[in-house]
Nanobody, 124 residues
Framework: VQLQASGGGPVQAGGSLKLSCAAS????????MGWFRQAPGKEREFVAC????????HYADSVKGRFTISRDSTKNTAYLQMNSLEPEDTAVYYC??????????????????WGQGTVVTVSS
């Protein structure tokens, strides 16, 4: 599975961005898609995931109510709509694909495939 993330960029606090993750290879409908982020000097952290097409979605507490993960199986693409952005959301955002069990979705080691990352910079 190959993943290509895009859509990052600079934005002011309170603004919105929509990230995309185009997948190729494998069966998109059957694997979970996730988003993680890594801020400078910090560990990579879980943001959101969609367990498989039509499956459940899960979010980190820090983004609940502001971010929405979705997926379009006709385009083999996952999205992360980010609203009400805060400077603390500044990070490199990575998409991931795999089949993590529910208890491991926030563990980056449970995800098999990774995109190259896209930078989001939120200014105050």
């Amino acid at each position: 599975v190959q993943l290509q993330a895009s859509g990052g960029g600079p934005v002011q606090a309170g603004g919105s961005l929509k990230l995309s993750c185009a997948a190729s290879g494998g069966n998109f409908r059957t694997y979970a898609m996730g988003w993680f982020r890594q801020a400078p000097g910090k560990e990579r952290e879980f943001v959101a995931c969609s367990r498989k097409s039509g499956g459940t979605t899960h979010y980190a507490d820090s983004v609940k109510g502001r971010f929405t993960i979705s997926r379009d199986s006709t385009k083999n693409t996952a999205y992360l709509q980010m609203n009400s952005l805060e400077p603390e959301d500044t990070a490199v955002y990575y998409c991931a694909a795999g089949s993590p069990i529910l208890s491991a979705i926030s563990n980056r080691h449970a995800w098999a495939h990774w995109g190259q990352g896209t930078v989001v910079t939120v200014s105050s």
